[in-house]
């Protein structure tokens, strides 16, 4: 076993889980960093995992998990699909090698939980992909919000309204179903956005939601379209619109009000680039950017989205890399992960009941309705 205490003098030995479409943005995202060295790969594919090893020089390509760690590893990222990553991870903490895991953690909160406690029984790091919190636009309104720019949040707007065409969902048998894609459009694509709406505005108290699925559902039994109102421990609300029933697709927005009366708004248009500020409505004076800048093609492919996001895969790897190194926290924990994850069950529980979904007593002193009342 590695001594996770052992690693700060020597090169880090780097294996990846699952070598398919995002499994490049971590092999160069390693690959730009000093004293890492990528030893092996795995995929159950084994061809696909020599393909891979051959095409970036790595020298070892095995068919399991247990064959990498074999290779005697510091950190495992695991690039595998949703509902296999318990099973990485677990077998990752137990073999002593720190782990940084694709979103979502998992695909329910007890599974996350046994993923976070394994890790921490056994003294190793756990990170999960949310990449897009390392956008220096998101970092700016988080700044704004702990600064007291735009102050504690009080209210939220988030929409994640994308493209998607059948294609998407047929390409891998594990995609659109219940079972192992663990949900639609809030799981997958969703939840780096309802990630960063938390980040912001706090704790959540309560989630009240609905799902549907109005385009792809000749080919996926998941919910394609979602809306929910979230309720923070704070008294702010914010509302969540995500679906990718839309073409052209209209991209994703954040914003933020805070009690200062100061606004901001995040956006990622088209679905892949850098985020921007394209409202920053404080002290009395508005600048904006156009949302839809002309001349942009809307519906980006898959690849392209992938491919642009491996600036900021790199900055959260390196982030990760430094919690090893220089000890402390990753910049995103598997605790940190879970609260997006449970944010969204807690959508599909409140559509599949009716209800809202409590997290967290709701802050009496901060509601309107319990002033009416007394
Ligand atoms: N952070 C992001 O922005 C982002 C973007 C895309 C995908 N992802 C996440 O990355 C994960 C993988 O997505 P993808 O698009 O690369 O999927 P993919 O289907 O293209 O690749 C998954 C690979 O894992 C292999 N695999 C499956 N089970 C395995 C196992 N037990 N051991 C080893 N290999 C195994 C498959 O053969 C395949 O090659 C998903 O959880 C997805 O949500 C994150």
Avoid at 160 to 182: I, K
Wanted: hydrophobic share 40%; with cysteine.
């Amino acid at each position: 076993m590695i001594t996770p205490s052992s690693v700060t003098a020597r090169s880090l030995r780097i294996g990846i889980a699952g070598c398919g479409a995002i499994s490049a943005n971590h092999l160069e995202a390693f690959r730009s960093l000093k004293d890492v060295e990528i030893v092996g790969v795995c995929d159950i594919d084994l061809q696909r995992a020599k393909d891979t090893a051959e095409a970036w020089g790595i020298p070892a390509a095995v068919n399991t998990v247990q064959e990498l760690l074999d290779l005697e590893l510091d950190i495992v990222s695991v690039c595998t699909p949703h509902p296999t990553h318990e099973d990485v991870v677990l077998q990752a903490a137990a073999a002593g090698a720190h782990v940084l895991c694709e979103k979502p953690i998992a695909t329910d909160l007890a599974s996350a939980e046994r993923m976070v406690k394994a890790c921490e029984d056994a003294g190793v790091k756990l990170g999960v992909l949310f990449q897009r919190r390392f956008w220096p636009a998101a970092q700016r309104i988080r700044a704004a919000i702990e600064d007291g720019t735009l102050g504690r949040p009080i209210m939220g707007q988030c929409s994640v309204m994308l493209h998607r065409e059948a294609e998407y969902y047929s390409r891998d048998a594990w995609r659109g179903t219940w079972a192992n894609d663990g949900g639609g459009v809030l799981m997958t694509q969703a939840i780096h956005y309802i990630d960063l709406l938390q980040w912001f505005m706090g704790e959540v108290a309560e989630v009240y939601g609905k799902i549907n699925t109005y385009k792809h559902g000749d080919h996926i039994e998941v919910e394609d379209s979602a809306t929910a109102i979230i309720t923070f421990t704070s008294g702010a609300m914010a509302t969540l619109e995500a679906s990718t029933a839309v073409s052209p697709s209209l991209g994703v927005q954040i914003r933020v009000t805070g009690e200062t009366g100061a606004s901001a708004c995040l956006s990622e248009f088209p679905e892949g680039s850098d985020g921007r500020v394209d409202l920053w409505a404080v002290s009395g004076s508005i600048s904006t950017e156009p949302v839809y800048p002309a001349g942009v093609d809307p519906n980006v492919s898959l690849s392209t989205i992938n491919g642009q996001l491996i600036p900021h895969h790199t900055a959260q790897v390196r982030d990760f890399v430094r919690s090893i190194r220089g000890g402390g926290e990753p910049a995103v924990t598997g605790g940190d992960a879970t609260k997006a994850l449970r944010i969204l069950l807690a959508v599909y529980e409140s559509s599949r009941t009716g209800l809202p979904v409590p997290f967290a007593p709701l802050p009496e002193s901060t509601s309107p309705l319990a002033r009416i009342a007394g």
